[in-house]
């Protein structure tokens, strides 16, 4: 975020979100560059290290992300040789999971990682930082619950 656009956050709820999500997605991502990933990948990468393996829909579910945008960063992360499909009980879906490669990626990008969250919650504060995660996630809740199938949309007259 820009030095003159501080303090001056839209009212509108998912724009107020999309800028601060951009400013601390830039933070993390430069703190992250030595290790040659980006947040976004690091996420996808410590998801599937903390589940063994996922299928997309797993993964999808875990990361509250669209199919579509995690498969093009899977067929990124794949290209780069960090993870790997393999064969699943259900013949028409792919198990995904790290290769060694992938496990040494996260090793080397966890403690930049660390050093990002520690630079933003001593700027916040870990007690402001739980109520807004507390916050936060009724909010992803909400969100995600009015977008599921099956529910009635009411139409803006």
């Not at 792919?94 to 090793?107: I, Q, V």
Request: aromatic residues 2%.
């Amino acid at each position: 975020m820009a030095r003159q656009d501080r303090g001056r956050l839209s009212p509108c709820v998912c724009n107020t979100l999309r800028m601060v999500t951009r400013a601390v997605t830039q933070l993390y991502d430069e703190v992250l560059r030595p290790s040659g990933l980006r947040v976004t990948q690091f996420s996808i990468l410590a998801t599937l290290a903390r589940m063994g393996e996922a299928n997309l829909k797993q993964l999808a579910d875990a990361l509250a992300i669209d199919q579509t945008t995690l498969t093009r960063s899977l067929n990124l992360l794949e290209r780069d040789g960090v993870i790997e499909r393999g064969p699943h009980p259900d013949g028409r879906i792919k198990a995904m999971r790290l290769t060694s490669k992938g496990r040494r990626a996260l090793e080397v990008a966890r403690p930049l990682w660390a050093r990002a969250q520690d630079k933003v919650l001593r700027e916040l504060g870990t007690k402001a930082w739980a109520d807004a995660q507390r916050r936060l996630t009724h909010l992803l809740h909400v969100a995600v619950q009015k977008r599921r199938p099956g529910r009635t949309r009411v139409s803006a007259a």
